[in-house]
């Protein structure tokens, strides 16, 4: 159980272009969800916060236009970079808090983004 | 603001223990965290402890929180090449509740040596 997935896995993109990744909680419910980058041998940054039904909070420094996060239902995430360039390259990763629970929170397999 | 530091890097040989440690500056976190992460995967939920606690032990992971000195630990006993990867740590923030929102260590990278 508390298996969170991520599609697609791996994404090459031009620049300019958009990009949607999901994030699916697959046998529980998440009213919160969580998208985190990671650069190459770096810790996880919290990007934002995603509540379904509302919207996302950002942290201090990361775009809200840029990153447009939608939590349609309380198993579905959705992070979309808009207008990728080669330095929003990197590993998304996104978790999910489970419903009623303070401290149960399970990691996606992460999505590798790479602008050309 | 919120800290989490961690050691980068730990070599071990096969069969001995690991001990990884980690500190962190949020006094009012509630829950203390280790997840595992394998190249070009997810984080893997290894451990928890409440604040409340000092030990927890499950099966080879024993963690140990210091709460006067903010310092955890994670020793893994027997170790083995299944268990090289990254480690991290991570704390969770509280201030304004419990949002479930958790600040990261670094990592610590374990390579095992048979």
């Known amino acids: 159980g508390a298996v969170v997935s991520q599609h697609p896995s791996r994404v090459i993109c031009k620049s300019g272009t958009s990009v949607k990744i999901e994030c699916r909680s697959l046998?529980?419910?998440?009213?919160?969800m969580f998208w985190y980058r990671q650069f190459p041998k770096k810790s996880l940054m919290l990007m934002a916060t995603s509540n379904e039904g509302s919207k996302a909070t950002y942290e201090q420094g990361v775009e809200k236009d840029k990153f447009l996060i939608n939590h349609a239902s309380l198993t579905l995430s959705t992070l979309t970079v808009t207008s990728a360039h080669p330095e929003d390259s990197s590993f998304y990763i996104c978790s999910a808090l489970l419903a009623g629970s303070p401290y149960e929170q399970y990691f996606g397999p992460g999505t590798r983004l790479t602008v050309t | 603001g919120e800290d989490v530091e961690q050691s980068l890097f730990l070599s071990v040989r096969e069969g001995d223990s690991s001990v990884i440690n980690c500190t962190y500056t949020d006094s009012s976190s509630t829950y203390l965290y280790w997840y595992k992460q394998e190249p070009g995967a997810g984080l893997q939920l290894l451990t928890y402890?409440?604040?409340?606690?000092d030990m927890k032990q499950d099966q080879r992971l024993t963690v140990l929180l210091n709460k006067k000195d903010k310092h955890l630990s994670l020793r893994i006993a027997d170790t083995q090449t299944g268990d090289s990867a990254i480690y991290f740590c991570a704390e969770s923030i509280t201030l304004g509740g419990n949002t479930g929102k958790l600040i990261f260590g670094q990592g610590t990278t374990l390579q095992v040596k048979p």
């Open positions: 402890i409440f604040s409340n606690m």
């Open positions: 046998d529980f419910q998440a009213t919160t």
